[in-house]
Every structure is written in structure tokens, then in C-alpha cells.
């Protein structure tokens, strides 16, 4: 009967048998696309040079159509790669926009990092590009939504404490906290006084923590 031991020994055997296997198949697959590769530019060389070899035979023929024809499709494909190029850019500069316009939102609004993230998708929903514009899934300016959105009650969870008074939060407390917490607790007392006011006021506790740089001491 197998023991505990030959069972682990077993699926550790698997194991390194099935990283061994995938090792090979990515290997493999980079060798064949790199053959491929090299196959389809020898290709597109032998056609460039057909076809220049085509011109020339025309040209000296005083064959103008077959000329005229050959520059033609000459300038269409520069002019097909020049245009996925543009498009290309395109892509990659909306994407840049965009990035840029959440990012600045969330760093100006002083977003909690623990929410970063979250917030950063709920900011990028529908997000798109249009006349080289930013804008948000109903089609206000990304800025604007962004704006609009820091002012509204749903994100007084995810800012700290100055950010958030804006948005509905208990101004008050998160003043009153600020005065009382102006360094981090040392002593045991101070230490079980913070975490009573952190159950009590999660939030603005939590921006304190932030900008003390001690991630240890929130809720």
C-alpha cells in the first residue's frame, strides 16, 4: 500500500514531468513562429524582387499599363501600412489619454491605495476615445465625469480624510481626529485608545495611517 510519502513523491513526479512537457512545447512553439517568420519574409523578398524584375522586363518593353499598374499597387500597400500605423498610434495615444485622466483624478483626490485599483476600474468603465478626446461612457469629458464622480456621495468610502469631506463625510470627526493623532501611538494605552477610534471612525483613521506611511495601523 502506498503511503502518505509515495503519494507526494508521485504528484511531485507529475508535476516536474508537466513543467519538463510545457517547457519543451514553448520552446518548440518559439521556434516554429521564428521559422515561420523567417520563411514569410524570404517570401516577401523573392516577391519584391519578381516584381521588380516584372517592372524593369515592362519598363523596357514600353509596356505602361503593366508599369503604371505595378506603382500603383506599390503606393496602395505603403499607403495601407501608413494607415494602420496612424491607427496604431491612435490606439496607443487614446489609451495614454485615458490612463493619464484617471491617474491625475485619483492622485488629486487622494484615493486610500487599498481602493486605487477598484476605483481606477470604476473610473475606466466605458471609458473611450473620440476626436482625440477623453470621454466617459455617456460622452462627458473624462475630466468632467472624474470631477463629478470625487464630488458624489459613493466615493467618500475611497478618499482620505480631506478628499472625502467634500463628498459627505463627517468633517468633525475627521478634523477633531487630526488634531488628536498628530503621531502615531507608541505606548500600549495609546495604542488601545487609537484602535477604539479607528473602529469608530474607520475612514479618516485610515487616511492618518497613510500619511504616517504605517499601513499596520488600519482598520
Given amino acids: 500500500m502506498k503511503t502518505l510519502e509515495d503519494a507526494l513523491a508521485a504528484i511531485e513526479t507529475m508535476?516536474?514531468?508537466?513543467?519538463?512537457?510545457?517547457?519543451?512545447?514553448?520552446?518548440?512553439?518559439?521556434?516554429?513562429?521564428?521559422?515561420e517568420k523567417a520563411a514569410k519574409t524570404a517570401a516577401d523578398e523573392a516577391e519584391a524582387a519578381r516584381e521588380e524584375a516584372a517592372n524593369t522586363a515592362a519598363s523596357k518593353a514600353?509596356?505602361?499599363e503593366?508599369?503604371?499598374?505595378?506603382?500603383?499597387k506599390k503606393h496602395?500597400?505603403?499607403?495601407?501600412?501608413?494607415?494602420?500605423?496612424?491607427a496604431s498610434r491612435d490606439t496607443q495615444l487614446g489609451t495614454l489619454l485615458i490612463d493619464n485622466a484617471i491617474k491625475q483624478a485619483i492622485t488629486e483626490n487622494n484615493v486610500l491605495p487599498q481602493f486605487a485599483k477598484a476605483v481606477e476600474a470604476m473610473l475606466r468603465a466605458g471609458a473611450k476615445i473620440e476626436n482625440g478626446e477623453a470621454l466617459s461612457a455617456d460622452g462627458t469629458p473624462l475630466s468632467d465625469a472624474n470631477t463629478a464622480f470625487f464630488k458624489s456621495?459613493?466615493?467618500?468610502?475611497f478618499v482620505s480624510a480631506p478628499a472625502s469631506a467634500g463628498a459627505g463625510a463627517a468633517g468633525n470627526s475627521t478634523a477633531s481626529n487630526a488634531a488628536k493623532w498628530t503621531k502615531p501611538p507608541v505606548t500600549g494605552t495609546e495604542m488601545t485608545e487609537w484602535m477604539r477610534d479607528a473602529?469608530?471612525?474607520?475612514?479618516?483613521?485610515?487616511?492618518?495611517?497613510?500619511?504616517w506611511n504605517r499601513p499596520d495601523l488600519q482598520v
Fill in 15 to 35: 508535476r516536474a514531468d508537466h513543467e519538463a512537457e510545457k517547457a519543451a512545447i514553448l520552446t518548440k512553439n518559439k521556434e516554429l513562429v521564428a521559422r
Fill in 62 to 64: 514600353g509596356d505602361v
Fill in 66 to 72: 503593366a508599369v503604371k499598374a505595378a506603382l500603383e
Fill in 76 to 86: 496602395k500597400l505603403a499607403l495601407d501600412k501608413l494607415t494602420a500605423d496612424i
Fill in 153 to 157: 456621495a459613493d466615493a467618500k468610502h
Fill in 199 to 211: 473602529v469608530a471612525d474607520p475612514v479618516s483613521h485610515n487616511s492618518i495611517a497613510t500619511s
